[in-house]
């Protein structure tokens, strides 16, 4: 080997880029004062394309593989200067990896409320974020349109330029879309999939592409969200009127009396209207009403028994249509008797609500000889 081969060896560069900072999207391979000796070996390695750039002008692009500058592999650069000189003539020019790999995980929202045309709830604002994918689909286009001559560009210096064309689209999307704000969770596949659409021209005006776009959340301002809440409940609620009173009826039956059943009418009259209209009125320039003028809550259904006669299974009976057999002499203590709800039928004397209304009847008349009148039926 001669002086000329050993020098020309010496002078071949070898040209890679290993990365492993995950967000580095363009790095410029350095060299003192730009200088790259005739037939380097440049390596491009998956995920990756390099950029040749020569007096300013870009040059030509190069895909994964393993490369050897000379003018047969450089066209166009042929067309900008002679080689003429061999290996002691560099020429000057720069060479910028791109990361051509996706850059996942990427946020995006909307930093003020979104205003929409809703048919049910009317207009509203909305608020939105979520996730996409990046990936530099026209490496030459996105060094020469966002790059430029920075030596290390990162996926943060673009990704809010990205946002806003995001929202930007976003909101249109959203606007005429059609899609009711209720049925928008059960929709994000379709919206992130049209919002990924209608953004695709901007961002390949950049040389980049969004693959993937994901909607995580839309949700309404906190004072729609309750009345929303409220709605919500009055339809699981039904009827109030009788939830009042199934309310009031079941506190009855709770320890504590007449305090349980107090409670029962407050939650119950809490649900319905009129407990509103009630409070307005208690509260007055000299304060609250004192507890006791609260309404009483709505009387307990009244109880009736069938009786045993004869064998056979008479009623429902009142209470007040059982007093009248006692003093017809149809009904005593020994008499079976049974309601919905009691295990098996009881004699009348067991049951401690039916058995005072013996205590109040008075004792049978002596034998006289006038006849008394059958009371009437």
């Known amino acids: 080997m001669g002086i000329l081969d050993f020098l020309t060896g010496e002078f071949i560069d070898v040209i890679h880029w290993t990365d492993d900072t995950r967000d580095t999207m363009v790095w410029r391979f350095e060299r003192y004062d730009h200088a790259i000796k005739y037939g380097a070996k440049l390596t491009v390695r998956e995920g990756q394309a390099a950029v040749f750039v020569h007096e300013g002008q870009i040059a030509d692009v190069f895909r994964p593989g ?3 500058l000379e003018t047969n592999n450089l066209p166009i650069l042929t067309t900008l200067q002679h080689w003429d000189h061999g290996f002691s003539s560099p020429f000057k020019s720069e060479i910028y990896f791109v990361n051509t790999t996706r850059f996942t995980d990427q946020k995006w929202g909307t930093k003020n409320p979104i205003i929409v045309r809703d ?3 009317g207009p509203t604002r909305i608020r939105a974020f979520g996730t996409y994918v990046m990936k530099v689909a026209d490496p030459g286009l ?6 430029g001559t920075d030596g290390e560009f990162t996926a943060d210096e673009i990704s809010f330029q990205i946002r806003n064309i995001i929202v930007q689209d976003f909101s249109r999307m959203i606007a005429s879309s059609g899609i009711p704000l209720l049925d928008m969770a059960a929709n994000t596949e379709i919206l992130g999939k049209l919002v990924a659409k209608g953004i695709a021209p901007a961002v390949a005006v950049y040389g ?9 959340n839309i949700s309404l301002p906190e004072a729609v969200e309750a009345v929303l809440d409220k709605r919500t409940s009055m339809g699981i609620v039904g009827d109030l009127n009788r939830f009042t009173q199934y309310s009031a009826a079941e506190a009855l039956g709770q ?5 349980g059943g107090a409670m029962g009418a407050a939650i119950g009259a809490g649900m319905g209207a009129g407990m509103g209209m009630n409070m307005g009125a208690q509260i007055g320039p000299w304060g609250a009403a004192p507890a006791q003028a609260a309404p009483p809550p709505p009387a307990a259904a009244e109880i009736v028994w069938h009786l045993a006669e004869g064998g056979q299974a008479t009623g429902p009976y009142g209470r007040a249509h059982l007093a009248r057999l006692v003093s017809e002499g149809r009904f005593s203590r020994e008499s079976l008797v049974w309601t919905p709800g009691q295990d098996g039928w009881k004699p009348a004397g067991d049951i401690p609500d039916l058995a005072r209304l013996f205590t109040v009847q008075p004792p049978p008349l002596p034998s006289a000889p006038t006849v008394l009148p059958e009371p009437e039926k």
């Open 208 to 216: 980049l592409e969004i693959p993937e776009f994901y909607i995580e």
């Open 142 to 147: 996105f060094v020469k349109e966002i790059v």
């Open 119 to 121: 048919p049910e709830f």
């Open 255 to 259: 320890p504590g009396g007449a305090a």
């Open 66 to 68: 393993l490369y050897q």
